[in-house]
Each structure stands twice: as structure tokens, then as C-alpha cells.
């Protein structure tokens, strides 16, 4: 179609038409520009709070398993007694600081064991998965402690004195002197070896693709191609 006044003739449509992936062109008439959605593997809420509370739920009961190992692996500490009073047979042993850190060490290890399961099986997973690592470690490192002092020799010290005789030696229950710094290792091991490897290999975030939907352009989208568009209308129409 062209433009005729009898003397010149011209094109309404310009030469160089913007190529279809044009950055620069006009979003199509009568739509709007709009950002598209997450990746369509992300989880939602609903998803993520089961996610949680399976990883709370199997994170603690491992803790059965660090109580177990705390009672094989910890050093003992040896008593005696005479007729007056329970000792401990070696007054300068370090037998109870080895309990302790027995139980901190591998508190230490099931934390990074812990935290690097859930990476890799949820690796997409958000805030709430970690929380329920926080927790799930929590619980299983108090879980431990009590089967350890549970399933280990009695805390009736008094009572296991009488039973052994005067100088005979038994063992002395299994303790923790400092309880929250043992408990809180096995928490404090899983986040921040979760947090290394979310840094290291978890997903990047992606600049948003935009689409277009359909509506009436407003602004400055509406540019000199709709103009243009229009005034070749009119054109046509003369």
C-alpha cells in the first residue's frame, strides 16, 4: 500500500522493519510485559513444610545411633571405694574430658553427615528445610545424650559401691559436664556445613525471562512504533 498525490509516491511502511527478536521493538499491541514465574521444580509451602518435617523427624532419630556409639567409644572413668566414700582410682586421669569430647566429635561428624544428606537429596530447598535440619539436630543430639546416660552404667554411684565391695573398682556413669556446648555441636556442624555447600554448589538465582500478556500498551511501551502503526492506518484510509 503507498501514498499517491499524483506526483510522488511513497511507502507508509519505513524500509527497515525490527527483526521479531529485536530487543528494542514494541511489545505486540495490547499486551503487557510481565515476568515469568520460578523454576517449575521449586517447591511450594505445602511441599516444604512436609520437606521439613520429614528431615526434623529422620535427623532425630538418628541421634539413637550417636548415643550408641557415644556409649562404645567413650572412655570410662574408674571408681573405688573404701567404707567411708567413692574416689576415682585415677585422680589425675582425663577419662571424663574424654567422654565429653567423644560425644562432641561425633556430634561434629553426624552434623556434617546430616547436613550433607539433606543438600543433596533437597538441594532446591528453602529456609524451612534448614530449620527443620536446626531442629531435627537439636533434639537428636539431646536424644543421644540421654540413651548414652540411659543405657551406660548406673547413676547410683552409692548404690554400685555397695554391690562392687570396698576396693573394687566399677565404672562411673556416663556424663557431660557442659551440656549445651555438646549439645548445640551437632546443630552448629550442620549449618554451617550445609551453608558451605549451598555456597559451593547450591542453585544460582536467574535474571526473571519476560513474556508478554495481552492488554492494552500503556506508557512509554506504547513508543513511535504504535504511532507509527497509527498514522499508517490513517494514511491507508485516505
Given at each position: 500500500?503507498?501514498?499517491?498525490?499524483?506526483?510522488?509516491?511513497?511507502?507508509?511502511?519505513?524500509?527497515?522493519?525490527?527483526?521479531?527478536?529485536?530487543?528494542?521493538?514494541?511489545?505486540?499491541?495490547?499486551?503487557?510485559?510481565v515476568p515469568y514465574s520460578g523454576a517449575p521444580d521449586d517447591p511450594d509451602m505445602a511441599t516444604e513444610l512436609r520437606q521439613a518435617a520429614v528431615v526434623a523427624v529422620l535427623v532425630a532419630v538418628s541421634g539413637i545411633a550417636l548415643g550408641l556409639l557415644w556409649l562404645w567409644l567413650a572412655p570410662r572413668v574408674p571408681l573405688v571405694s573404701d567404707d567411708t566414700a567413692v574416689f576415682l582410682k585415677n585422680s589425675e586421669g582425663e577419662e571424663a574430658i574424654g567422654a565429653e569430647g567423644t560425644f562432641v566429635l561425633l556430634a561434629i561428624g553426624f552434623g556434617a553427615l546430616s547436613a550433607a544428606l539433606v543438600f543433596w537429596r533437597l538441594r532446591r530447598g528453602g529456609v524451612l528445610v534448614v530449620a527443620g535440619?536446626?531442629?531435627?539436630?537439636?533434639?537428636?543430639?539431646?536424644?543421644?545424650?540421654?540413651?548414652?546416660?540411659?543405657?551406660?552404667?548406673?547413676?547410683?554411684?552409692?548404690?554400685r559401691a555397695r554391690e562392687a565391695g570396698q576396693g573394687v573398682t566399677f565404672d562411673a556413669p556416663l556424663e557431660l559436664n557442659t551440656v549445651w556446648v555438646a549439645v548445640l555441636a551437632w546443630p552448629f556442624a550442620a549449618m554451617g556445613v550445609h551453608l558451605l555447600l549451598t555456597a559451593a554448589f547450591g542453585p544460582r538465582d536467574v535474571e526473571p525471562d519476560w513474556g508478554y500478556y495481552g492488554g492494552p500498551v500503556q506508557g512509554p511501551l506504547a513508543g513511535p512504533g504504535a504511532s507509527g502503526s497509527a498514522s499508517a492506518g490513517g494514511g491507508g484510509s485516505a
Amino acid at each position: 500500500m503507498a501514498w499517491h498525490d499524483g506526483t510522488v509516491t511513497a511507502p507508509l511502511t519505513p524500509p527497515h522493519q525490527p527483526g521479531p527478536h529485536d530487543p528494542w521493538q514494541a511489545p505486540p499491541s495490547g499486551s503487557h510485559l510481565v515476568p515469568y514465574s520460578g523454576a517449575p521444580d521449586d517447591p511450594d509451602m505445602a511441599t516444604e513444610l512436609r520437606q521439613a518435617a520429614v528431615v526434623a523427624v529422620l535427623v532425630a532419630v538418628s541421634g539413637i545411633a550417636l548415643g550408641l556409639l557415644w556409649l562404645w567409644l567413650a572412655p570410662r572413668v574408674p571408681l573405688v571405694s573404701d567404707d567411708t566414700a567413692v574416689f576415682l582410682k585415677n585422680s589425675e586421669g582425663e577419662e571424663a574430658i574424654g567422654a565429653e569430647g567423644t560425644f562432641v566429635l561425633l556430634a561434629i561428624g553426624f552434623g556434617a553427615l546430616s547436613a550433607a544428606l539433606v543438600f543433596w537429596r533437597l538441594r532446591r530447598g528453602g529456609v524451612l528445610v534448614v530449620a527443620g535440619l536446626a531442629l531435627g539436630a537439636l533434639l537428636a543430639s539431646l536424644i543421644a545424650w540421654r540413651v548414652g546416660v540411659w543405657l551406660g552404667p548406673s547413676s547410683d554411684v552409692v548404690g554400685r559401691a555397695r554391690e562392687a565391695g570396698q576396693g573394687v573398682t566399677f565404672d562411673a556413669p556416663l556424663e557431660l559436664n557442659t551440656v549445651w556446648v555438646a549439645v548445640l555441636a551437632w546443630p552448629f556442624a550442620a549449618m554451617g556445613v550445609h551453608l558451605l555447600l549451598t555456597a559451593a554448589f547450591g542453585p544460582r538465582d536467574v535474571e526473571p525471562d519476560w513474556g508478554y500478556y495481552g492488554g492494552p500498551v500503556q506508557g512509554p511501551l506504547a513508543g513511535p512504533g504504535a504511532s507509527g502503526s497509527a498514522s499508517a492506518g490513517g494514511g491507508g484510509s485516505a
